[in-house]
């Protein structure tokens, strides 16, 4: 164990809260551009969304099970997540997009 004076520990008090708060800033930041859908990546707009939902009538482009409520995603069928439209966006559950993406596997 290091036993350290006052003056030092308020030091690396200091030092060491510097490091917490931009740490957390930078997470915060971060998290922030996910939700706004910004670093490369383009959010389906709700009409496109709900759209895609009554296509598929509830069940995965993929593997057909029901969609579970808060449990699917969309897909960006060409792998371009600046395109948008209607016939780009397939919704899947969460373990065949996670295969899709993995796999680069292409969808109807």
């Known amino acids: 164990m290091i036993k350290l004076g006052w003056g030092e520990f308020n030091k690396l008090k200091i030092k060491s809260d510097k490091y917490v708060n931009k740490t957390l800033s930078?997470?915060?930041k971060?998290?922030?551009?996910?939700?706004?859908?910004?670093?490369?990546?383009?959010?389906f707009p709700t009409?496109?969304?709900?759209?895609?939902l009554k296509l598929c009538k509830g069940?995965?482009?993929r593997c057909h099970k029901s969609l579970i409520p808060h449990a699917y995603q969309f897909?960006?069928?060409?792998?371009?997540?600046?395109?948008?439209?209607?016939?780009?966006?397939?919704?899947?559950?969460?373990?065949?997009?996670?295969?899709?993406?993995?796999?680069?596997?292409k969808i109807s």
Not at 30 to 43: D, I, V
Not at 47 to 52: D, G, L, P
């Open 30 to 43: 971060h998290l922030n551009e996910l939700l706004k859908g910004e670093k490369g990546r383009a959010n």
């Open 59 to 61: 069940k995965c482009r």
């Open 75 to 105: 897909h960006h069928r060409d792998f371009n997540h600046s395109n948008k439209r209607q016939n780009n966006c397939r919704a899947v559950c969460s373990d065949c997009h996670q295969q899709i993406t993995y796999d680069k596997i």
């Open 26 to 28: 930078e997470a915060t």
């Open 47 to 52: 009409s496109v969304k709900n759209e895609e």
